[in-house]
């Protein structure tokens, strides 16, 4: 097993970079209708479709998702996707169609590089036309080209975030896997190396800030909406919709356990959770286990990671807690 979203079978990730911009999108496909929930907890979200996927809502099927950069702009890049998949038959079929459901949400990454940069159309098709099964690039790519962390003390002293993957093997060959894209106000922490910051805010003698300690004194200069964590849980049990909510509800606690503060004013933290496979399972395992498996993730977000457009890695960092 890769150790990725991957692992979960029927389900396939491909990425488009644009390295000049520093920017690019993330498309997750599965090759059976999926199941899918979302539950929004930031309080700047750039979303699309994912009112379909509430608990009531009547669509049932979902055929991708997409997590792009370049705020509400980005979202057009989900049209590539549909594009992709309409070429091949796929889609919930309308009578006289084939519509393909990809909800898509979004990170604030216009800063980071060309402010006029953001995935497009041609974007969204190449990601899902890279979908692939086997092992994926994580660290500075696909929507994690352009994220950053720990922007307390503004964009000048922040880290690079990044996009990163890991899944979870339980008994009676369940499967539980996650995705990350970490663009998030707050630092990062290792919970499995007693709540290390590993990514956040550079103070002026080089180490490593508490966002939460920094806070106060810089509520003043947040601006809405440029930060957010975005997560994709996808499991081989057979959930309903309710219960996929359920599970995208539980996996907010993989942010929780590894982003300091999170779900602030200006972060539009998102998590996705997708069903595609029919193991007899809990949803309450399936849940706890997304938790762990989105943690897991958002650290390797940054872990992997690389320096890009004057913001410094995680890797390229040593000293005192870091």
Avoid at 1 to 24: K, Q, S
Avoid at 100 to 124: E, K, N, Q, S
Avoid at 159 to 171: N, Q
Avoid at 212 to 224: I, K, T, Y
Wanted: charged share 20%; net charge negative; proline share 5%.
């Amino acid at each position: 097993m890769a150790d990725d979203l991957c692992d979960v079978p029927g389900v396939r990730v491909g990425h488009a970079t644009d390295a000049e911009g520093v920017t690019g999108c993330t498309a997750i496909l599965f090759d059976r209708p999926a199941t899918v929930g979302v539950d929004v907890r930031g309080a700047s979200p750039g979303t699309r479709e994912t009112d379909s996927l509430s608990p009531t809502g009547r669509v049932g099927e979902v055929h991708g998702l997409l997590l792009t950069g370049g705020s509400a702009l980005g979202l057009a890049a989900a049209d590539g996707v549909v594009g992709f998949l309409l070429e091949r038959g796929v889609g919930l079929d309308v009578g006289v169609a084939r519509v393909p459901i990809v909800p898509a949400a979004v990170i604030f990454d216009l800063t980071i590089g060309a402010h006029d940069a953001y995935p497009d159309r041609t974007m969204g098709y190449e990601a899902a036309r890279s979908a692939t099964r086997e092992g994926f690039e994580q660290g500075s790519v696909g929507a994690g080209t352009g994220a950053s962390v720990g922007k307390v003390l503004g964009p000048d002293r922040a880290m690079k975030g990044g996009l990163g993957s890991a899944s979870i093997s339980l008994e009676d060959d369940l499967i539980v896997g996650a995705l990350a894209v970490v663009n998030a106000l707050g630092d990062v922490r290792d919970p499995q190396d007693g709540l290390r910051i590993v990514a956040g805010p550079r103070l002026e003698d080089g180490t490593l800030g508490d966002s939460v300690e920094l806070l106060p004194g810089a509520a003043s200069r947040l601006r809405w909406g440029e930060n957010t964590t975005l997560g994709v849980v996808a499991t081989n049990a057979r959930l309903t919709k309710p219960q996929a909510t359920r599970v995208a509800r539980m996996a907010h606690d993989g942010l929780a356990r590894t982003v300091y503060p999170v779900h602030t004013s200006v972060d539009g933290d998102t998590v996705f959770a997708a069903s595609v496979g029919e193991v007899e399972a809990s949803s309450d395992v399936v849940g706890a286990a997304g938790a762990l498996a989105l943690a897991l993730a958002i650290v390797r977000a940054v872990r992997e990671a690389r320096s890009l457009a004057g913001l410094p890695a995680a890797r390229d960092l040593a000293g005192p807690g870091q």
